[in-house]
């Protein structure tokens, strides 16, 4: 593994490095309990995707049957996304690579997801990808990985999968910062992610945005046990019983 492919595990911690913020300003979210998943999730941290963890991630799926489904909501340009994704899985996999659309009918559209084999979430803005996918949607991709389908992501698409997303927001900064300057009790802001983990918590583009003060305040301000920092160009890779790392 390259030295800056770094995973770094971190147990729960408490920040005592200000006063806590007051209970109701604290934004603690709960971990969910699930029954024990029968698919896989290849977690990637952003940045390029090489063709070595591209055919890693269509393996770990190991069929020939069904359809792949990409998921290129959090994408600002979506059509593009979608495309090097495509490309990219097509190196790799026979199985139909289908982009799934907002305007597809709902019902269909959760039938489909709820069947897939291997389903890719791109990068972007998290946050985005919860404003245009309907929750109902989000429930059948979690149907399908439960069910023995591979989920990835890579990015935003990585920062999802979590039943605590980080959105990358702050109570203290007005600003987008890409990292958190200082270390606060209750400074971060979160929303439920797809919940395809609930023991952990993920962050992306780990090391080469410095992102050790977000992660540690996501534990702190949440009740998850542990956290995963990934950094680019590798991936977490959560199978059942096993986790490794690829890339």
Known sequence: MRSTAIFTFLALMWLSCTEPAPEAETATVPAIAHPAP?????????????????????DLAGTDEGYALVFAQSSAEPDTSFRYISEELAAHTDLPVIRVKNADGRQALI???????????????????LRDVHPDVSGAIRDAYFRGA???GTSAGAALMSGVMITGDQREELLYESTY????????VYARGLGLTDSLIIDQHFVVRSRYNRLISALADTEYPAAAGIDESTALVITPGYVTVAG
């Open 38 to 58: 029968e698919g896989n999730l290849f977690i990637i941290g952003g940045g390029k995707r090489t063709p070595t963890l591209m055919k890693a991630f269509t």
């Open 111 to 129: 039938d489909s997801v709820s069947a897939a084999k291997l389903i890719f979430i791109t990068g972007g803005d998290q946050n985005r990808f």
């Open 150 to 152: 591979t989920v990835g």
């Open 181 to 188: 300057s200082r270390l606060t009790h209750g400074n971060g």
